[in-house]
């Protein structure tokens, strides 16, 4: 048995060695293949833009873009993904500039930053700098943020990826595009939003902060009792019921007093009924607070025994 699973396992290991190659040489083909149809479709948009057909040259031009991504899966070596990195990055700029040509600003202005972006050194992405620079007075945008509260701290981002950090109230003199804000106070929510600006835009945004909410903190139970606290427990209960036993045993002997009291009354000539019948109520109250006190002591001195006993376990 073992020696049967031993040979599917080489025949397997065998079928994956001999297919290698053949898998490598098929990716090899559609990054082949790929390549020829970026070419194609780059060369068709060149000759589109040349004629002024900007509208169709873009329509090539970002198709052949699009297929650089399928191009870079099938790459296989470190050479193939840099040469489609600096095809990509001069796709770019490319496309920004037909875009120029078309009269299409706020998009030149995207595609130049974002071929500035992949690699600021590159020849393309310094051609899309200059070209940026020349087109900010024509394009430029007026932003301008207000906050209520005033005095937040102000975070944009912009669509080149260049950051600036100011307080509100404020104004930016900004490229067309899609800028990140973020605002921060303490005591408030922070707030962000996209703000897509567009040519020669002369806008203004207020944003209203709002309050944090107060955190409502849970009310703390009391930690159990010490060593030390059911001691003090104990002793208490104990007074408290040897207290309430005293207080008791007094009312009884003062109840037997007042019963033999009427008993001797009774019958006896120039007795008033009436204070014999409140004598026997006043006895009867008393006996009800002698029961009670001795309610009292027994649940004190249940909680002193208690107390008593778990201190001297802890």
């Known amino acids: 048995m073992s020696s049967c699973f031993s040979q599917i396992l080489r025949s397997i290991a065998l079928s994956a060695i001999l297919l290698l190659p053949f898998g490598t040489l098929r990716a090899q083909q559609r990054y082949d293949a790929y390549r020829e149809e970026v070419q194609k479709l ?18 090539k031009l970002k198709a052949a873009f699009r297929l650089l ?12 993904t840099a040469k489609i990195k600096k095809s990509r990055i001069s796709f770019l700029y490319f496309i920004g500039r037909v875009h120029e040509l078309d009269g ?12 500035i972006q992949q690699d600021p050194n590159s020849t393309a992405a ?18 301008r943020i207000e906050s209520i509260p005033s005095r937040v701290s102000l975070q944009l981002t912009d669509p080149r990826g260049n950051t600036y ?4 109230p404020t104004t930016f003199q900004l490229l067309p595009g899609k800028h990140k804000i973020t605002l921060q106070k303490k005591g408030f929510t922070p707030e962000k939003r996209t703000l897509d600006l567009d040519p020669n835009a002369d806008q203004r945004v207020s944003i ?43 009312l009884l002997v003062v109840v037997n007093g007042q019963v033999t009291s009427i008993e001797q009354k009774l019958g006896q000539p120039g007795v008033s009924t009436l204070q014999l019948h409140n004598d026997l109520s006043t006895a009867q109250s008393m006996e009800i607070g002698a029961i009670a006190s001795f309610g009292v002591a027994a649940a004190a001195l249940g909680l002193g025994i208690t107390g008593l006993i778990i201190a001297s376990q802890k």
């Not at 780059?42 to 329509?59: C, I, M, N, P, T």
Request: proline fraction near 7%.
């Open 104 to 115: 299409n600003l706020r998009d030149a202005v995207e595609y130049y930053s974002r071929c």
């Open 126 to 143: 310094q051609a899309a700098q200059r070209a940026l620079h020349a087109l900010t007075p024509r394009v430029q945008a007026t932003l």
């Open 165 to 168: 950090t100011r307080q509100t």
């Open 69 to 80: 991504r399928d191009m870079e899966a099938e790459a296989r070596t470190d050479e193939q």
């Open 208 to 250: 209203r902060l709002l309050p944090l909410l107060k955190k409502t903190t849970p009310p703390t139970q009391p930690p159990p009792p010490t060593r030390n606290a059911w001691g003090i427990v104990g002793w208490v209960g104990i007074g408290i019921g040897a207290a309430a036993v005293i207080t008791a045993t007094s």
């Open 42 to 59: 780059f060369q068709q948009g060149k000759e589109l833009a040349a004629k002024r057909d900007y509208k169709r040259s873009l329509v």
